[in-house]
Each structure stands twice: as C-alpha cells, then as structure tokens.
T-cell receptor, first 115, second 115 residues
Framework: NAGVIQTPRHKVTGKGQEATLWCEPI?????VFWYRQTIVQGLEFLTY????????DSGMPKERFSAQMPNQSHSTLKIQSTQPQDSAVYLC?????????????FGPGTRLTVL | GDSVTQKQGQVTLSEDDFLFINCTYS??????LLWYVQYPGQGPQLLLK???ANNKGISRGFEATYDKGTTSFHLQKASVQESDSAVYFC??????????????WGLGTSLVVNP
C-alpha cells in the first residue's frame, strides 16, 4: 500500500532556474494539497485540488508558482525563476471525502535548495 | 479568522516521563482538531483527531482532548519513549460547507526524549 510519492526527494537549482516538483497521490484519493515547510514559517498551505479541479490557490505566490493536476494520478508544482527564499521542503498530501478531507496523508517532501 | 497557537517550541524529557503539549485555538465554526507527528525525513502523519462530538482521541498511547471553555486542546502521553522523539503539530480544520480541508497549523513542538 504505497503512500504519497514525491519526486525528486532533493533538488538543487541556481537562482533564476526553473524547478518542477512531482506528486503521486494515494490511489483513490480525490484531493491533493501542496504545502511549503520552513523552520521560520512552519507549514504553509499553497494550493488544493479536488477531483483534479483547482479549488483553492490562496497560498500560492502569484507570479512564479503554478500547480497542475492533469490526471488523477499526479500533480506538479512548478516554480519559475527560483529565488533563494524559495528554499524549503515542499510537501504534497492527499485525502478522501471521509471526514471532509481533514485527514491528510503526506508524502516525504521534496527539499528544494536554491543557490 | 481561524487561528492556532502552539507556544512550546521544544520539550526535552527522559524516558518514562509524562508528556503534555498544549494548543489554543480560535474559530467561529465547529472545530475538528488534529495532532500530527513528523519524524525526520518524513512528512507529517496524523496521530489523533478530536471533534465536538467525541472530545477525546486515543492512539499509540497518546491521548488528545479538547476544552471548549478554554478553547484549548492538548496532547498527552503517560510515559514517553526515545522513539517518540519527533515534531508534534496541532492543527485546526476550518469547516466550510462540507469541506474540512483547510488546515490551520501550529508551529510545532520538537520533542526530544533522552534514554
């Protein structure tokens, strides 16, 4: 029973480069969430898909961040022109309608380092 | 808006000590209150959930309860083990018309248990 899969586990980019992070939710889960985790800010909500449709992207920095869910088996988070302040662990989680999506299952995260 | 406050940044205990971590919350809706645990190199995983219906949750020796009068909820364990060393997060699920997906997170409490 595979959990949420995130690839790559670690990514190093130079300032100004693009980074694409991948998430494969648990099979059968209809909701996918993206979070950013840093020591200073803690866990920050970025965006949320339900049945592949974007529901809430209120946490996404508007200019350089974008997320997609082209099919039920994967979602991507793309950061254009990465900046050092984008360095963080990016976590993907998935959930089901049971308990109205409050119980979220997290992947191990992608640690992004922007030099 | 909804908020969660988790003041204890780090707690250091010895094996068999009693653990108590407290969070306070503010919400205008019926709260679902969750405790997640995060081990190094992993994403957070759900430990316990309490609602206005059940007031208490128990899992793996941990107990979570909430007090509506003081709008606080806490996590306790009678006798911690070194393997319990991890970061513990409290979270509030913001209810919005059948969707509890928006989690408001505390900053986390790092528990170190010495042998």
């Amino acid at each position: 029973n595979a959990g949420v899969i995130q690839t790559p586990r670690h990514k190093v980019t130079g300032k100004g480069q693009e980074a694409t992070l991948w998430c494969e939710p648990i099979s059968g889960h209809s909701a996918v969430f993206w979070y950013r985790q840093t020591i200073v800010q803690g866990l920050e909500f970025l965006t949320y898909f339900r049945n592949q449709a974007p529901i809430d992207d209120s946490g996404m920095p508007k200019e350089r961040f974008s997320a997609q869910m082209p099919n039920q088996s994967h979602s991507t988070l793309k950061i254009q022109s990465t900046q050092p302040q984008d360095s963080a662990v990016y976590l993907c989680a998935s959930s089901t309608p049971g308990q109205n999506y409050a119980e979220q299952f997290f992947g191990p995260g992608t640690r992004l380092t922007v030099l | 808006g909804d908020s969660v406050t988790q003041k204890q940044g780090q707690v250091t205990l010895s094996e068999d000590d009693f653990l108590f971590i407290n969070c306070t919350y503010s919400t205008t809706t019926y709260p679902t209150l969750l405790w997640y645990v995060q081990y190094p190199g992993q994403g957070p995983q759900l430990l316990l959930k309490v609602t206005t219906a059940n007031n208490k949750g128990i899992s793996r020796g941990f107990e979570a309860t909430y007090d509506k009068g003081t709008t606080s909820f806490h996590l306790q364990k009678a006798s911690v083990q070194e393997s319990d060393s991890a970061v513990y997060f409290c979270a509030l699920a913001h209810y919005n018309v059948g969707d509890n997906s928006k989690l408001i997170w505390g900053l986390g409490t790092s528990l170190v248990v010495n042998p």
